[in-house]
């Protein structure tokens, strides 16, 4: 059953995680979407690409307000496609949320125990990984493209969450809307660092097929999934997407497919106070 599921609320295309929402009601998580025939900047949420910062900023605030969270809880970071994670204090609530100067500097991941704190990325065909560990009530998301997922920045999240009393079973990932294998074809460059991070070969088979020798079909999303079970995830807590960003033009901005003159999407979760 696919897990994301496409919304329109208040003229605001959007997916969302109903299952972890369900489950847990407190969360809030989800994943921007365009629509058909808008240009790049309509529904474009990061402040580095499009030449309207303000209506940027617009978009972040009406998205914020859809979601019931001020727009001082909007937190993000200058993605530059590592592996470098920070832990996300009531301190650091709102980072980025008007200007790219006041964003986390050259980090790809935030963890959060805090409540009124949404915790954002963005994204135009690379990984959005979501995190929720239930017995600490701790949210994070990650940007994982294909540096990302072979440096294992999932797996980095993960050990930083059994580090603070995380049980590794009881993690929950949601992997969301990204390139899929479909359009994603690489060469060695990105298949050997991926072909050393995967070290069973029959894992890599799943993540990588070659029809054209020194070429492969690689689906990121599963790659991140096999390291997300290396790390101690159940397979059982793993929701992985079908949706394909290059494919399905009509939701979703794509770097590849558009050679680069695109939006981005934003990941997003966090929490809201729990209701008695």
């Known amino acids: 059953m696919e897990p994301f599921k496409y919304q329109d609320f208040a003229a605001i295309p959007c997916f969302t995680l109903e299952e972890w929402e369900k489950e847990f009601p407190h969360l809030v998580v989800g994943f921007s979407a365009r629509r058909k025939g808008e240009d790049p900047d309509c529904r474009n949420y990061a402040l580095h690409v499009g030449e309207r910062p303000e209506l940027t900023v617009q978009n972040r605030r009406q998205l914020a307000e859809m979601l019931g969270m001020p727009f001082a809880a909007w937190t993000c970071a200058e993605q530059v496609h590592g592996v470098e994670v920070v832990h996300v204090t009531g301190e650091d609530r709102g980072k980025g949320n008007t200007t790219r100067e006041s964003a986390f500097e050259n980090t790809d991941g935030m963890l959060t125990k805090e409540t009124d704190v949404l915790l954002t990325a963005f994204f135009a065909d690379c990984v959005p990984l979501y995190f929720y560990s239930p017995e600490l009530d701790m949210v994070g998301v990650a940007h994982a493209g294909w540096k990302g997922t072979v440096g294992k920045i999932g797996t980095k999240v993960i050990d930083l969450l059994a ?114």
């Not at 049980?167 to 460059?189: M, T, W």
């Open 163 to 276: 580090q603070a009393g995380a049980d590794r079973g009881n993690i929950r990932v949601a992997i969301g809307p990204s390139i899929g294998p479909c359009c994603y074809e690489v060469d060695d460059r990105v298949y050997e660092p991926l072909e050393r991070a995967i070290a069973d070969p029959l894992a890599l088979k799943r993540v990588a097929v070659s029809h054209i020798p020194g070429k492969w079909q690689l689906d990121l999303r599963k790659a991140n999934a096999e390291l997300l079970k290396q790390a101690g995830v159940k397979p059982e807590h793993i929701s992985v997407t079908k949706w394909c960003t290059s494919c399905d033009r009509d939701y979703f901005y794509s770097h590849r497919r558009d050679r680069g003159k695109t939006g981005r999407m934003v990941a997003w979760i966090g929490k809201k106070e729990r209701r008695s």
